[in-house]
T-cell receptor, first 110, second 113 residues
Framework: GEDVEQSLFLSVREGDSSVINCTYT??????LYWYKQEPGAGLQLLTY?????DMKQDQRLTVLLNKKDKHLSLRIADTQTGDSAIYFC??????????FGKGTRLHILP | EPEVTQTPSHQVTQMGQEVILRCVPI?????FYWYRQILGQKVEFLVS????????KSEIFDDQFSVERPDGSNFTLKIRSTKLEDSAMYFC???????????FGPGTRLTVL
């Protein structure tokens, strides 16, 4: 069935780069997403990538997509304390429902 | 910037009671969704709704659940007889054309005692 897997925790020193990895199963997904959830808040679409792209860069964010391996990653350059949150990898299935991973909790070390 | 709103932010109810969670999608959006997130778990799709009918629903969305668009602005999720395991954060989302970008509301935390 459809599934998205990602590691649950990541600790990074402030100023370093954070890399969050994800694997997904549905090869027909047209879009893949990274959502950010801060404590007590809703889901904020951070960035997305269309399935025919390999890479997308948006300021400090770089998304890499390996369709062959069904692997998606999010790199946050120069990680700040404000980046502390849960990051959800997600894919859209049949252009309708979004399947989320369990989320990676990013912890920033001083 | 237009946003999806949800009320209440937190609802506490007794097991067996009915609850209605309310959402106001973005005004020109036509596709509506409910998702839920049990504490510490992944966000799960519940149901999608378009043209006044359910487009797709998950296994979680059983006969105890229903959705409605009672007027031109609200989109509601009703749980008829709540169970302890219904305790979760419920997110409403909407999209303009059923395409890639779904806008999520801030969520309603439902606690069933």
């Amino acid at each position: 069935g459809e599934d998205v897997e990602q590691s649950l925790f990541l600790s990074v020193r402030e100023g370093d780069s954070s890399v969050i990895n994800c694997t997904y199963t549905d090869s027909s997904s047209t879009y893949l997403y990274w959502y950010k959830q801060e404590p007590g808040a809703g889901l904020q679409l951070l960035t997305y990538i269309f399935s025919n792209m390999d890479m997308k860069q948006d300021q400090r964010l770089t998304v890499l997509l390996n369709k062959k391996d069904k692997h998606l990653s999010l790199r946050i350059a120069d990680t700040q304390t404000g980046d502390s949150a849960i990051y959800f990898c997600a894919e859209i299935v049949r252009d309708d429902k979004i399947i989320f991973g369990k989320g990676t909790r990013l912890h920033i070390l001083p | 910037e237009p946003e999806v709103t949800q009320t209440p932010s937190h609802q506490v109810t007794q097991m067996g009671q009915e609850v209605i969670l309310r959402c106001v999608p973005i005004s020109n959006h036509l596709y509506f969704y409910w998702y839920r997130q049990i504490l510490g778990q992944k966000v799960e799709f519940l149901v999608s709704f378009y043209n006044n009918e359910i487009s797709e629903k998950s296994e979680i969305f059983d006969d105890q659940f229903s959705v409605e668009r009672p007027d031109g602005s609200n989109f509601t999720l009703k749980i008829r007889s709540t169970k302890l395991e219904d305790s979760a954060m419920y997110f409403c989302a909407s999209s303009e054309r059923g395409e890639w970008e779904q806008f999520f509301g801030p969520g309603t935390r439902l606690t069933v005692l």
